[in-house]
């Protein structure tokens, strides 16, 4: 499970990361992990960031183990420690993202702190005002709403909407993902009112967007109904 999670985190971010590699007409340098005893002979940082670079991350993503407990990737952080270009400093924030997958793995408190800190890195890299920024703020609230923290996973997919409704072009799918984020944490703190109101905003833009994808507007009728049955709404529901 922790090697499909660091698959998704990596096959998502790439091409935001590669977008600020492209501006100055070349890919991100890359540490050769090949000195590493537990990659011998293994290449996964040296092309992760070239052009084509999905396709090759694809046929290379299986070096990853789950045994290694992370430790590759502390030694990956020792290498850029006090660099701060822009390439570097994203090297370090997909870092502490694949760090605090181990640690969440292991049940580590310190997952949280390996987030927060990848998230100051992508604001320093890229800005405040980016997509990746917003997306983190957003895979941030689902790591906290599975801790049950519904206070702080609140907190961040509030903030992921508003830079989103700032940087995106509306309506828009994350948008609608973000409304049905927030419908959900609403309905857990008993706030059905303000649970009701984000999960309409959400069938709304996905019916506008989705009107092939019968799963997604699904999804939709599911919250609302969920939400009505909490309030013994039955014939609502």
């Not at 694809?58 to 990853?64: A, G, N, P, Q, R």
């Not at 419908?183 to 999960?199: M, T």
Request: proline share 1%.
């Amino acid at each position: 499970k922790t090697l499909e999670i660091i698959k998704e985190l990596i096959l998502n971010e790439i091409s935001e990361f590669s977008q600020v590699g492209n501006k100055e007409n070349k890919s991100f340098e890359c540490a050769d992990v090949d000195k590493f005893e537990c990659f011998q002979n293994k290449k996964l940082f040296n092309v992760l960031f070239e052009k084509d670079g999905v396709q090759k991350v694809m046929e290379v993503l299986e070096i990853f183990q789950t045994g290694e407990d992370g430790k590759w990737v502390e030694e990956e952080l020792k290498l850029v420690e006090n660099k701060e270009h822009p390439n570097d400093l994203l090297r370090r924030a997909l870092c502490l993202d694949i760090l605090g997958i181990h640690k969440k793995a292991k049940n580590d408190k310190e997952e949280f702190d390996c987030y927060l800190k990848s998230i100051e890195l992508k604001i320093q890299a890229l800005g405040e005002k980016h997509p990746l920024i917003a997306k983190s703020y957003f895979n941030l609230g689902k790591e906290y709403f599975e801790k049950r923290n519904y206070t702080e996973s609140l907190k961040y997919h509030i903030k992921c909407l508003e830079l989103q409704s700032e940087i995106l072009e509306l309506p828009h799918l994350d948008v609608a993902d973000s409304y049905e984020r927030i419908g959900s944490i609403n309905q857990r703190l008993s706030k059905y009112q303000e649970a009701i109101l984000y999960h309409y905003k959400c069938l709304q833009m996905r019916l506008s967007l989705c009107k092939d994808d019968d799963s997604l507007i699904n999804s939709c009728y599911i919250n609302i109904g969920s939400v009505c049955i909490e309030q013994k709404k039955y014939e609502e529901a």
